[in-house]
C-alpha cells in the first residue's frame, strides 16, 4: 500500500516513512514545460493513455488516446490505432500550411492551428506518441520501500547526490526484467 500526502511516501511493504523533501530538484529556467508534461505523464496518466504531443515543444499536445486494457492488445493493433491518429495531425497540419484562411476550417482545425500557432509543416513532422506511467510508476514507488534505505545508504557512503536514488523510478520503475531499446537492464 502506498500512501503519498504532502512530500510523504508510505511504502507499506517495510512500513518505513520515506519523505520526498530531501531531494532538491530545481527546475532549470526554460524547462518549465518539458517538466510539466513530465510530472503528468508519470502522475496523471496510466499505460492505457497515449499522449500525442509535439516532440519539440510539449506544450503541444494534441489529443490524449484512451485505449482501454491496452497491455491485453498486439502492439501492432495499438501502433494501427496511433498511426491512424498521427495521420490525421500530419494531414491537419499539413492542410492548415497550405490554408490561405485557416479561421474557415474545421473546429479541430481551428484548434490545432490555436495551440500550434505558426510553422505547421515542421510541427507536421514532430509528431510523436508517448504512453502514459502513472500505475508502473506508482507500482515502482511501493517496490522501491523494499530498497530506498539501502540505496540511500550506498549513495551516501560513496559522497555521491542523494538524488540519484531516484533514477530507477524514472529508468524502469523498478522492473527487474526491463530492458531499454538500448539494451540497458532495469
Known sequence: ILFISQGLVHAGL??????????????????????KFWKKIYSEYSTDHYIVHDNKDLNI????????????????????????????????LNKLARSKNPLTLSNDAKRVFHLVGENFKKASRQIRVQVGQKNRFRKGLEKSGMFNSKINRIIKNANLPIELGVIPHVESSFQINAYSSAGAAG
Open 61 to 92: 499536445v494534441y489529443e490524449v488516446v484512451y485505449i482501454k486494457n491496452s497491455s491485453k492488445l498486439s502492439n501492432r493493433v495499438k501502433d494501427l490505432k496511433l498511426t491512424k491518429v498521427k495521420k490525421k495531425y500530419k494531414n491537419l
Open 14 to 35: 517495510n512500513r518505513e516513512l520515506h519523505t520526498l523533501s530531501h531531494y532538491n530538484f530545481p527546475t532549470p529556467l526554460g524547462l518549465e514545460s518539458k517538466v
